[in-house]
């Protein structure tokens, strides 16, 4: 029986999938094992439990897995790389079951310097979905720590993380701009407002914007339960105001978002305030980046192997 198990190992949590011969995606699983949380057991607990029922396939993880804190710290390779560099370089943690779970590298671009780790397999996966994006295009994978990632003739050849969803947090819990003890309001209005107010900043950018959050509540122009989600426009504002005023998004090349949908829709209400249309995510990205580099690696072994 041909197949893979192909496992998106993060920080928080682990999510398990079951591609058949063909590359066809089947059974997805979910976990709240992340490196960070392991069952009693460790990783080889997680694993089993995971994959529990399933076939004994090839297995290959990306993500945090690979991290220093991780099963087994994995290299980064240098820029530019491709699926092909990224399929030849995998390693490999033997689990208590007798086989192998193979580890993908992360990305290193020296020019930041700046590291990605899991991102450079969703990145592969989008590009065998969309192909076209292949020639010349900037993927936006919102998160944690956000990445803009340029990829050209089917190589990344540039990234950048932004802390957006840290700072948020950092500045909701440990900041004066804090609400605390306010239920937060859903109000699209003020991130909008938010959005703009990056949008509108000019060279000084954001940072110089933070304040009006306190400023703006303070004068009763902002309830205090749409602070969170002025701030919120604010910074993810920032990313794109900062992303086109030095060339890392162009508003003449593709934009394409990866990730999860409504921290997507997010970046696609505000990339609007900036005249950009943005389509939806590419989904399971990372999913078919990890059948992708399987196959380069040669794990898969099948007549009928097709791009997913």
């Not at 290299?75 to 193979?102: C, I, K």
């Not at 933070?210 to 004068?219: I, N, V």
């Not at 990313?239 to 005023?245: G, S």
Request: glycine share 12%; proline share 6%; net charge neutral.
């Amino acid at each position: 029986m041909g197949g893979l198990i192909a496992l998106d190992w993060g920080t928080s949590s682990l999510r398990a999938f079951r591609f058949d011969g063909t590359g066809r995606l089947g059974e997805t699983r979910a976990r709240p094992w992340g490196i960070r949380h392991l069952p009693e057991g460790g990783y080889d607990a997680a694993l089993a439990s995971v994959i529990a029922g399933w076939p004994a396939l090839p297995r290959l993880a990306c993500g945090m897995v690979g991290s220093r804190n991780g099963w087994r710290e994995m290299p980064y390779l240098d820029l530019p790389a491709d699926a092909a560099q990224l399929g030849g370089a995998l390693g490999a943690v033997r689990a208590a079951d007798g086989l192998d779970v193979h580890l993908v590298a992360g990305l290193r671009d020296p020019r930041g310097p700046d590291m990605m780790r899991g991102e450079e397999t969703q990145l592969i996966g989008a590009l065998a979905l969309r192909p076209a994006l292949a020639q010349a295009a900037t993927f936006i994978l919102p998160g944690t720590h956000s990445k803009w990632a340029v990829v050209r003739d089917g190589a990344v050849t540039g990234f950048r993380t932004l802390m957006t969803g840290e700072l948020f947090a950092v500045l909701q819990r440990h900041s004066i701009l804090g609400t605390t003890g306010v239920e937060a309001a859903d109000d699209a209005d003020a991130f909008d407002r938010g959005v703009a107010s990056a949008r509108d900043s000019g060279a000084a950018g954001a940072l110089g914007r933070l304040f009006s959050a306190r400023a703006l509540m303070l004068d009763g122009a902002l309830a205090p339960a749409s602070v969170p989600d002025y701030l919120s426009g604010l910074l993810i504002g920032e990313e794109f105001r900062a992303a086109l005023a030095d060339g890392l998004a162009r508003r003449d090349a593709p934009l394409q978002l990866i990730g999860e949908a409504a921290l997507c829709e997010r970046y696609r209400r505000a990339a609007a305030l900036f005249g950009i249309e943005l389509p939806p995510p590419i989904p399971d990205a990372a999913a078919h980046g990890l059948w992708q580099l399987a196959a380069q690696a040669g794990l898969i072994h099948s007549r009928e192997s097709r791009a997913c």
